[in-house]
């Protein structure tokens, strides 16, 4: 199919567990009603039922899909951003298994602008057009550990622009943790625009079950956290505690002043899988499930794509339960949730107030969903598979035993671009510890070199008085300390996104110290960079190079799944 293998005609072998005959039909309606559509980036009404996005799976090894790029201006003066498939299907997720490759030809449907280009231009490439303009697009596959090398996960050099097609053709590796990934523009500059405009949509490497048994079997939703411009733009913060963004869950608006949420069913004491991205530019959302006022426990299954306490790939996972989920800009969870009784009169899935420090954006307390009980509640189209077997080991075994052979410390930093005049726009960086800070170019040089095979630990400070939240490209790390303090061995986790809190103006700057992992397969240049893309647009990135180490041979390979 031109979109990609559809829920209709995948031919798995558990094909059976996945999908309930008896929600094949409520199923294949919500597939239809999410995304076929003759207009491109469609949205829900204000308090609809939640609908799961439609799903391509992986055939033989491979998944193949056609994806445009397109654009509207809705009724707000607001510009969307989306892909769309052939057939209409906004935002697909993308199920793959381990091993497995993702062709994807992305074609540019956003008209060209009236001038020709914009400031950055790219150093010669075969990675798309060389000239950037305000239609340019990539795409960033963010968690996934695969190369960044061109029609690969390179976001550095590759441009393009209207009219153009481009292929990936990206290799999971055969170790690659089973988890939620997912994938957005990359272009420096426009990040945050194509974020705020709704282009973004999951990724699922299939197998979780192998690592968490707790989850096989059960029902699944996935559940994309957008954020978009308030209509009229009022002042954030005030005494009606306006946000600085609105949001929206899986393309249903839940906007100010009301914030009206969309509709979860639900079967009383249902429990279901649910997969959650923040896939917002800005906002930072912090996830509670609230019965009668009440938090409830979450059980969390996965993180950034990593099951919980299964890093090293010698045993199963383990449950974290948590009444709450910090979640940055990018950040994913994977949890179990247990629906309302009977007895309980108001559920809500809401995040709860961010403290974004005295700079940041305004996080307020709100709503995304209610929870609606039924005992005849439809389930969502997709379930776990309820038989697991032996997992493969995963990419980080042994991490925590390596001897780092480099210690760095990196700082994020913020100045106004005219020291004199307090309304000039903000200048952020990330500099490693004696450097120059320098606004990021695509055509600076590695701000850091190391080599393959090596592992290092780097302290991150946030000398700001507003949060930043650090994303690694490529691969994971391990998170060491907080504030100093170590992290227990075993609540350690693989993460690629982390959040540093802001400063409050005197004392030690917050800090956190990760162990890298540059044991891998994958080499050459990539980024580093704040989360908020607000933040990462306006220079707040760098580049590192990992070079290849002559005779080293990394265990990991990237392999077809057989």
């Known amino acids: 199919m031109l979109g990609g293998e559809s829920v209709k005609t995948r031919k798995m072998p558990d094909v059976i567990s996945r999908i309930l005959f008896g929600a094949v039909i409520f199923a294949l309606a919500q597939l239809c009603a999410f995304a076929q559509s003759n207009t491109p980036c469609p949205r829900f009404p204000v308090g609809s039922t939640i609908i799961e996005p439609p799903s391509l799976f992986s055939q033989h090894g491979v998944l193949k899909v056609n994806l445009t790029y397109e654009t509207i201006v809705d009724p707000d003066g607001n510009t969307r951003f989306c892909f769309m498939t052939p057939d209409g299907k906004q935002s697909p997720t993308l199920h793959v298994y381990p091993g497995d490759h993702l062709i994807l030809n992305l074609t540019n449907s956003v008209p060209a602008p009236s001038t020709s280009s914009m400031a950055m231009t790219m150093p010669g490439t075969v990675c798309g057009t060389a000239t950037m303009n305000s239609s340019s697009v990539n795409i960033h596959y963010h968690g996934a550990n695969v190369s960044p090398t061109c029609h690969s996960d390179e976001v550095i050099h590759t441009l393009i622009n209207s009219g153009e097609t481009f292929k990936y053709d990206l290799a999971f590796p055969k170790d690659e943790p089973p988890g939620l990934y997912w994938y957005h523009p990359h272009v420096h500059g426009l990040a945050e625009a194509a974020l705020l405009g709704g282009a973004s949509g999951a990724i699922i490497v299939e197998g979780i079950e192998h690592l968490q048994p707790a989850v096989a079997g059960l029902p699944q939703r996935t559940l994309l956290i957008r954020d978009n411009p308030v209509p009229g733009n009022p002042t954030p913060g005030g005494p009606n505690d306006v946000p600085s963004w609105d949001v929206s869950l899986n393309y249903i608006p839940v906007p100010f002043p009301n914030f009206t949420p969309a509709v979860i069913p639900m079967k009383p004491n249902e429990k279901q899988l649910w ?288």
């Open 275 to 562: 997969r959650v991205v923040n896939a917002s530019a800005d906002t930072i959302i912090d996830l509670q499930l609230q019965f009668d006022g009440k938090p409830q426990p979450l059980a969390v299954v996965g993180l950034d794509g990593v099951p919980t306490g299964s890093q090293d790939g010698t045993r199963r996972g383990k449950i974290v339960t948590k009444s709450d989920i910090l979640l940055a800009p990018a950040a994913r969870a994977e949890f179990i949730v247990t629906g309302p009784g009977e007895s309980v009169k108001n559920a809500t899935f809401l995040t709860v107030n961010v403290n974004t420090g005295p700079v940041g954006d305004n996080d307020p307390t709100r709503p995304l969903a209610r929870i609606q009980t039924s005992e005849d509640a439809p389930e969502p189209p997709l379930r776990i598979p309820a038989v697991f077997r032996k997992a493969h080991p995963q990419r980080f075994e042994g991490l925590e035993s390596e001897e780092p052979v480099k210690h760095r410390k990196l700082y994020f930093s913020e100045v106004l671009s005219d020291p004199n005049n307090p309304l000039s726009p903000t200048n952020f960086f990330i500099t490693v510890d004696g450097a120059t800070p320098v606004l990021f170019d695509a055509n600076n040089p590695p701000a850091i070199v190391t080599t393959q095979g090596s592992t290092e630990d780097w302290t991150i400070e946030n000398r700001t008085l507003e949060n930043h939240e650090f994303h690694f490209h490529q691969i994971h790390f391990l998170l060491l300390e907080q504030n100093g303090a170590p992290v227990h061995p075993q609540d350690r986790q693989f993460l690629d996104m982390i959040q540093v809190p802001f400063w409050s103006g005197t004392g030690l700057y917050p800090s956190v110290k990760v162990r890298m992992d540059f044991r891998g397969p994958d080499i050459g240049d990539f980024v580093y960079h704040c989360h908020i893309l607000g933040h990462e647009d306006n220079g707040m990135m760098a580049i590192i190079r990992v070079q290849p180490h002559p005779g080293y041979f990394p265990k990991r390979k990237t392999q077809r799944r057989k």
